[in-house]
């Protein structure tokens, strides 16, 4: 059974229906005039409402785009080729082939005075064509999808895409989460007593500071938001609802400058999230809540009993707060922008900054109101800037594009700022549809969703035997079921870069699902793509399987290597130029080398398996990577039913992979850090590494559990699945090259004696949680909510350190 609104279908073939083109009167038997690339198609017989469907000859549609048109008389059916493009249309049916998938049509191909009928829009974007109604002219406009984006125009439009949609359980795989709307909250600085500087001492601290070491990022020259920032001389910190501004340098001379608070109130609160720096401004992003408020309205029909509804707003908004850098001590708030919905990702290019939101659009609680204006403007997506006031703009539906192959009760709002325009209001693009992760090289944003579609397979058959397997005769057989296999395509959202502008340029489709972000790369002007399809360890033709995709610059395959580890599943993908690696792992961790040097020919070079699995790849050089993950131990399992073997993952493992030889990768070094439980924030988020090759550095946080050995065992199952007690937390600090490997230098922690003498098996660190790890000139920082610590980067003997209050 096909998920209604999920299916290939619904993504290629929203219909239009004769809401889509009100305000028009037009003849039952004579549609509007159809355009294709502005000029009007010339039909030897007029397209039709039929049903409220706009219909329209096969046969003239083919030849509008240039397509051949032949009928299989013995399988009485249409067949539309051109392009690599074939499209099976079986008669008085409300379904159809593309390119061999079947796809649901909202409405049925129909036979008029001898000549088949197909809904205009199914066959339109079923031939990746956009669909759109112009008011002005009265017209239906068809042009290439690479040119545009179909727009939701109307009110009544926007209520049949997302009721088409209303079944599909889409909600469930967005990033949406409904929130609460936010009024003005501006951060409030505070100067602790004796923390003031004059901006002259900043200004002179500022032109002598040092070298310091960035964020990590995924491409270079696209920065990435992250808790902590440091401009050489300054240490920024999102420290709980705070901001707090550190002089670090010199580190003699640490001292808290200023405190940014966001107390909030009854009504409205923000929470920081993750904060930008340069040399002018500090950018702050999070999310602003509204305290729920219900609000009394008449029911439908007019009835007089008392409702009670959420207001008519979203009740949550992504926020970005830009402040002044000329006076640390006394920082000034010099703009304010939000966008409805959830806060999803962000980055700056220069002095661009592009933030993301999605905002659930919940059609239910409007669709009842008596007052259509009124639940109009609550559906239509809104943002403020305070460039241009302190109120919410709507953003008019005419000006709301739609992601056809991806309609979900969302809106993805992309928010431009140009940093060195102040003044200027923010550039904003909204899109009816849904965004989970996202890419940006310095021209291109990508944002990428995967949708789901439940496919029904064959039965299994059983090999011989299986009554001594333990599956005994005249019971029913659970794996020779039939069953619902999800199938999943991810769809990518091209978006052009330009001086804090994003416009749509490409649509593109590949199968499977994305890890992450480092699935996604830009090279040479190709687009590269690593997904898993199937799930693991299944049996039978669902099993996992994973793939690496190349596009071409309109996101149209140009090759492709598939099936790579069936029964796997990919737990980190680096992209490098022109190789790819990829770590999938079930019980043991085989590293995958491939050749995208030919984007038509990809290959795979080699594999490297050992013990272990990496969640995070680092390049080192163009021939050594570096893999961070868990060490396993595989033991065997005597349940004749279940799998031969566990996997039991053990402490942290760090692993340096030589692929000179690309078809003999091996493991040059490892690392192996506590036992199992040991874990790193680094495993989740790559931001949270410090490395420099140059400086042969590497450190990263880390919590540390060991294993009694006076409880040990000999029970092989038993150790391998033991768990080890709280032994160290903070930073673990590593010299790397590539003749000695890692050279473990110390660890730093901010917990006191005091503080590990009270810790039991676990520890929670709290306030001295080191998050971050960075440096300035020859000192090492560690950063946690409660302290700031320097360190000397040669002996890693404590310089001084500064308590944050």
Avoid: C
Wanted: zero cysteines; proline letters at 5%.
């Amino acid at each position: 059974m096909k998920k209604k609104g999920l299916v290939v279908g619904l993504l290629l073939s929203a219909t239009i229906l004769t809401s889509a083109f009100t305000p028009i009167s037009i003849n039952a038997d004579q549609g509007p005039v159809v355009r294709f690339e502005g000029q009007p198609i010339t039909f030897s017989q007029q397209p039709r409402l039929i049903d409220g469907i706009l219909m329209a000859s096969v046969r003239d549609l083919a030849m509008a785009l240039g397509m051949e048109v032949t009928w299989s008389e013995a399988e009485r059916l249409a067949v539309v080729t051109g392009s690599g493009y074939e499209l099976k249309l079986p008669m008085n049916s409300d379904f159809a082939y593309v390119n061999g998938k079947a796809s649901t049509i909202y409405g049925n191909t129909q036979m008029v005075n001898g000549s088949m009928y197909v809904p205009l829009r199914f066959f339109m974007e079923s031939s990746n064509h956009v669909v759109r109604w112009d008011s002005a002219t009265s017209s239906v406009n068809v042009t290439k999808q690479a040119d545009s984006l179909p727009v939701v125009g109307t009110y009544d439009h926007l209520v049949t895409l997302l009721t088409q949609n209303e079944g599909n359980g889409s909600a469930q795989v967005s990033l949406i989460t409904k929130q609460a709307k936010a009024e003005t909250t501006s951060g409030n600085a505070s100067v602790p007593a004796g923390a003031s500087a004059a901006v002259a001492v900043q200004d002179s601290a500022r032109a002598a500071a040092p070298g310091y070491s960035g964020t990590n990022v995924q491409v270079e020259g696209v920065d990435e938001s992250d808790v902590v920032k440091t401009d050489g001389t300054y240490i920024y910190t999102v420290n709980k609802q705070r901001i707090v501004v550190t002089q670090a340098y010199p580190a003699d001379q640490m001292k808290v400058l200023s405190i940014l608070d966001f107390p909030g109130n009854q009504d409205t609160q923000f929470q920081p999230s993750e904060i930008y720096v340069d040399d002018k401004h500090l950018i702050v992003i999070g999310n602003s809540y509204q305290n729920y408020k219900p609000v009394p309205y008449n029911g439908a029909g007019g009835t007089t009993q008392k409702k009670m509804i959420m207001p008519m707003r979203s009740q949550g908004t992504a926020k970005v707060m830009v402040y002044d850098l000329t006076d640390r001590s006394s920082l000034k708030l010099v703009k304010e922008a939000e966008l409805e919905g959830n806060y999803v990702s962000s980055r700056k290019i220069g002095s661009s900054l592009y933030f993301i939101s999605n905002k659930y659009v919940n059609y239910y609680q409007y669709r009842e109101m008596t007052d259509k204006e009124e639940a109009k403007t609550g559906l239509a997506p809104a943002f403020r800037d305070t460039s241009a006031g302190d109120s919410f703009t709507s953003i008019p539906l005419d000006q709301v594009y739609y992601l056809p192959k991806a309609i979900e009760p969302n809106y993805v709002l992309i928010g431009g700022i140009n940093l060195n325009e102040l003044n200027q209001t923010m550039n904003v693009t909204s899109y009816l549809g849904s965004g989970q992760n996202v890419y940006a090289s310095e021209e291109n944003l990508y944002v990428a969703v995967t949708n789901y579609e439940q496919m029904r397979i064959q039965p299994m058959r059983m090999p011989a035997g299986d009554a001594a397997q333990g599956i005994r005769v005249g019971e029913p057989n659970r794996a020779s079921q039939p069953f619902e296999l999800p199938k999943q395509e991810t769809i990518i959202y091209q978006f052009g870069l330009n001086a804090g502008k994003a416009a749509y340029k490409h649509t593109g489709m590949v199968p499977g699902r994305l890890l992450n972000q480092f699935s996604m790369d830009e090279h040479n002007g190709y687009f590269r793509l690593a997904t898993t399809t199937g799930e693991v360890g299944r049996p039978d033709e669902g099993t996992s399987k994973n793939h690496v995709f190349i596009l071409d610059a309109n996101l149209k395959e140009k090759g492709k290597i598939e099936n790579i580890a069936p029964g796997e599943r990919i737990y980190s993908t680096r992209f490098m130029g022109d190789r790819a690696y990829m770590v999938t792992f079930k019980n043991t961790d085989p590293l995958f080398v491939m050749d995208l040097q030919d984007p038509a020919k990809p290959k795979l070079l080699g594999a490297l398996k050992i013990p272990g699995y990496s969640d995070y790849l680092h390049p080192y050089d163009e021939n050594h990577i570096i893999g961070f993950g868990k060490d396993t131990i595989e033991v065997d399992n005597k349940n004749p039913n279940g799998p031969q073997s566990i996997a039991y993952y053990q402490g942290m493992k760090v692993a340096l992979f030589d692929v000179t030889d690309v078809n003999h990768p091996l493991e040059q070094f490892k690392e192996l850090i506590g036992d199992r439980g040991t874990d790193s924030e680094l495993l989740h988020n790559h931001r949270a590494l410090l490395f420099n090759k140059e400086k042969n550095l590497l450190s990263f946080p880390v919590n540390v559990m060991k294993i009694d050995p006076n409880q040990a065992t000999t029970n092989p199952k038993m150790l391998a699945s033991a768990y080890g007690n709280f032994a160290f937390q903070g930073a673990y600090v590593y010299s790397l090259d590539l003749e000695k490997g890692f050279q473990f230098r110390g660890g730093i922690t901010h917990l006191s004696q005091d503080d590990l003498q009270k810790a039991g098996q676990y520890v929670h660190a709290g306030d001295k949680q080191v998050q971050r790890v960075l440096y300035i000139g020859d000192t090492l920082y560690t950063v946690s909510n409660g302290l700031i610590k320097a360190n000397d980067l040669s002996t890693l003997k404590e310089k001084n350190s500064v308590v944050i209050p």
